[in-house]
């Protein structure tokens, strides 16, 4: 049976990728090698981690004065990583769900937290505004996407402090103004790569904001220095991702991407809107999520929820079922995902409907 990936990350990722990545475990580059079995000092690596950079740079049309490096750890790592270089006294946070409460509480560990706003109040169904961002803080983080709760920030703010955004979950997915942030950073599993590599783009003056003397591994100008290769990089999974990117230059660039995304969502928030069993998690259509589309059955219809989940997979619909802390449905809905994936998932929306 053809499935469709909805899974939530590790998550879908193009047929060129897997085609490719299939074809370099075989045989890298003609060299009779599996990109498996290489050195991560060989020329050829050396290639792929330089395009990856300038692939990275061309995307996000990322202006001088800024560096790419690809590391190990996970987002998960970036979280201590910026408070142990850049909180020397206090940072600010806006806390928008689980993975930025994940930055919060590392950064408690040095220094004081300004959690300048909180959409807890309402299970984290929203994107908070009308806040003040304290002008003493070292930085501003936000979570641009928040996988887990599908809410999206669509737009790059204006802050009056450096600004720093966990875009795990949506990077890639539009044109972002990179010149409004000092630091971007990403988990690639979500949207354009295996797990195993993290993207970090970094602002080379905010380095001059360093608070502390940091582990070899945490400093980020090391990183820079050593071309992402201080140690063993992901060399496969950064392989990987430069096919990703590679295939979203090919597809009209992070341009198209959002294209496809509004397409993509608008068509399932449609339909979660027009079905009389659904309800959306995010009321505000400005700050529901393109890329994790959260929705519930209404209370009256509460208890099929394990039966719409079981005819969802009977039709090859892959990981639909909601995080565990939020319950309910989440439609992931990445780079990658085929509309026709997305009409597979409204037909049986309708069909279950029908059943009702
Ligand atoms: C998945 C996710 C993380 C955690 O990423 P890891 O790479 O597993 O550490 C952090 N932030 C967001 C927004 C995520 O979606």
Redesign the pocket.
């Given at each position: 049976m053809k499935k469709h990936n909805f899974n939530?990350?590790p998550a879908i990722l193009p047929d060129y990728t897997y085609e490719k990545s299939i074809e370099a475990i075989k045989d890298f580059n003609n060299s009779g090698l599996s990109i498996l079995s290489i050195s991560h000092r060989s020329k050829d690596f050396d290639a792929v981690m330089d395009k990856a950079v300038t692939t990275t740079k061309q995307l996000l049309d990322i202006p001088e004065g800024y560096s790419v490096i690809f590391l190990g750890?996970?987002?998960?790592?970036?979280?201590f990583t910026i408070p142990y270089n850049f909180l020397g006294k206090k940072a600010a946070y806006l806390d928008t769900g689980?993975?930025?409460l994940?930055?919060i509480k590392e950064a408690k560990l040095y220094g004081e937290v300004d959690v300048v706003a909180s959409s807890k109040d309402k299970n984290y169904s929203y994107i908070p505004r009308n806040y003040t961002i304290p002008t003493d803080a070292d930085y501003f983080e936000i979570?641009?996407?928040?996988?887990?709760e599908g809410t999206e920030i669509l737009e790059d703010y204006d802050s009056p402090v450096p600004l720093i955004a966990?875009?795990?979950?949506?990077i890639f997915s539009r044109p972002v103004d990179v010149s409004k942030y000092v630091m971007i950073f990403?988990?690639?599993?979500?949207n354009f790569a295996p797990?195993g590599v993290?993207i970090v783009i970094i602002k080379d003056s905010f380095l001059d904001h360093v608070v502390r003397p940091v582990p070899t591994m945490c400093d980020y100008k090391v990183h820079i220095e050593k071309n992402s290769m201080k140690n063993t990089p992901p060399v496969f999974p950064i392989y990987a991702a430069l096919m990703t990117m590679e295939w979203i230059v090919d597809s009209g660039g992070v341009k198209e991407m959002e294209k496809r995304a509004i397409a993509r969502s608008d068509k399932v928030y449609a339909e979660i809107e027009r079905n009389k069993l659904f309800a959306p998690n995010v009321s505000d259509p400005a700050d529901r999520s393109r890329m994790?589309i959260t929705f519930n059955l209404l209370p009256e219809y509460k208890e099929l929820e394990g039966a719409f989940v079981d005819f969802t997979k009977e039709r090859g619909l892959v990981g639909i079922k909601g995080h565990r802390s939020v319950g309910g449905f989440r439609a992931s809905c990445y780079n990658a995902l085929p509309m026709e994936s997305v009409d597979a998932l409204i037909a049986a929306m309708k069909d279950f409907e029908k059943k009702i």
């Open positions: 939530p990350g750890g996970g987002a998960t790592t970036q979280f689980t993975w930025a994940g930055g979570c641009s996407n928040n996988t887990i966990d875009m795990s979950s949506d990403g988990g690639a599993q979500k797990a993290t994790n």
